[in-house]
């Protein structure tokens, strides 16, 4: 139980200090581990949570893109088809990945 409740800890303050890029490289990695264990109640909350997270005023067409690719995602996970999300989260955090570490060189 204490080893549980030091990982929780540590959890939480990995969360509350990382940076706005590297919470979303979490949601991505919440929501690909979340179709691999066929739940889609998590997944779609990860969807919902990276749809609320677009700045439609600075991301511009990237942001209406990427809010689009969410709403194919939700409806994709309604029908079950968690392997196609996974995958196509998979590909957004490995350009969100790349273009954080791109950004922090």
Do not use: F
């Not at 689009?68 to 999300?85: I, P, Q, R």
């Amino acid at each position: 139980m204490h080893a549980a409740s030091r990982m929780r800890q540590y959890q939480h303050q990995d969360v509350t200090s990382a940076s706005p890029e590297r919470l979303i490289v979490k949601l991505y990695d919440l929501g690909i581990a979340a179709c691999y264990r066929g739940d889609q109640t998590q997944t779609r909350a990860v969807l919902v949570e990276l749809m609320s997270s677009l700045d439609h005023e600075q991301g511009g067409d990237l942001a209406a893109r990427l809010y689009a690719l969410y709403v194919y995602c939700l409806h994709e996970s309604a029908d079950g088809e968690l392997n196609a999300v996974a995958e196509i989260l998979g590909g957004l955090r490995e350009a969100w990945q790349e273009a954080v570490l791109s950004r922090a060189a």
